[in-house]
């Protein structure tokens, strides 16, 4: 009784996994051997087993490490983020530059039609704005002391912070050019919105770059006609307005003494033969003669 249950149990399937079997690999012509492996069931099992899970790990990190995962629904590439970051710097820098150049272009115009000059920033109510009423004088002590100054450093050479050369009191050393030989008929007022001078000449009179510099605008506008004005260094610009004709185009760029127009009455605010010349520094209209000589 006991042998026919040994018998049983090996014929079980999981004690013929254990039984060994041969390989063998020979030439089919000769029959020569020329290999031979001793395999179990279990071996090869375990051999299958083995390989797969290699394989399955290698796979998993190849999609977890390279680009390849790229090409699965619901990976992403891990720079998107970035990228979006700096696409969004890029906007907003570009939102700012052109919120910068529209007020500029504001400006500009406003000077060419004779109005003031309003900043992106409001103006405190404790400032104030006729000029022609502020008293406030130098004492003679502090005018020496400046005036010393200004002697010893006049022509120092100097770096700044950004590592630009600069010669002290430079804009000082500025020539500007007459822009047209005739008589001032209307003197700068800001107390009466003047902001320039009014120079009466002869018929198709040449008007002369004040100093070199690059067309800003030329153009016509209904109130004052055919206008140019001119870029200078230092923050200058130069505005000649009711001329007949332009004889540059924006960009163009001039140099001192360059004719630019002919002296006209166009627009509606001219009142005959004559050129209304503005000076313009840091954005506010200055008097030309404290520049030039006429």
């Known amino acids: 009784m006991k042998a026919g249950n040994k018998e049983k149990n090996k014929d079980k399937w999981y004690y013929k996994l254990r039984d060994k079997y041969r390989l063998v690999i020979m030439n089919d012509v000769t029959f020569e ?3 031979s492996f001793r395999l179990t069931r279990l071996n090869v099992i375990v051999l299958l087993s083995v390989t797969t899970v290699l394989l399955i790990g290698l796979t998993t990190l190849i999609i977890a490490f ?15 983020r970035q990228r979006i970051y700096e696409l969004q710097s890029r906007t ?18 406003n000077i060419l039609e004779g109005k003031i000059v309003e900043d992106s920033l409001a103006m405190p109510d404790t400032v104030s704005k006729n000029f022609d009423t502020i008293t406030m004088k130098r004492s003679p002590e502090d005018s020496i002391l400046r005036q010393q100054f200004e002697e010893h450093n006049r022509y120092n050479l100097y770096y700044d912070d950004q590592g630009a050369l ?5 804009k000082r050393s500025l020539n500007f050019f007459k822009p047209l030989d005739g008589v001032i008929t209307a003197n700068f007022s800001l107390a009466e919105n003047h902001l320039g001078i009014d120079i009466v000449a002869k018929q198709n009179e040449s ?15 209904v109130k004052t006609g055919y206008v140019i004005a001119v870029q200078h260094q230092f923050n200058y610009v130069t505005i000649y307005k009711h001329n007949s004709a332009l004889l540059k185009k924006q960009g163009d760029y001039i140099k001192a003494g360059d004719p630019i127009a ?6 509606e605010l ?5 050129l209304h010349f503005e000076l313009w520094y840091n954005g506010s209209p200055v008097n030309p003669l404290n520049y030039m000589t006429f």
């Open 33 to 35: 051997e020329r290999l």
């Open 66 to 80: 390279t680009p390849l995962r790229e090409y699965i629904p619901g990976y992403t590439d891990v720079t998107l």
């Open 92 to 109: 907003d820098s570009l939102e700012r530059i052109f919120y910068e150049k529209d007020i500029y272009l504001q400006n500009i115009k």
């Open 166 to 170: 600069y010669q002290e009191n430079s």
């Open 207 to 221: 008007i002369k770059a004040a100093m070199d510099g690059t067309v800003l605008w030329a153009e016509w506008t």
């Open 262 to 267: 002919i002296i006209g009455g166009t627009g």
């Open 270 to 274: 001219s009142t005959g033969l004559h």
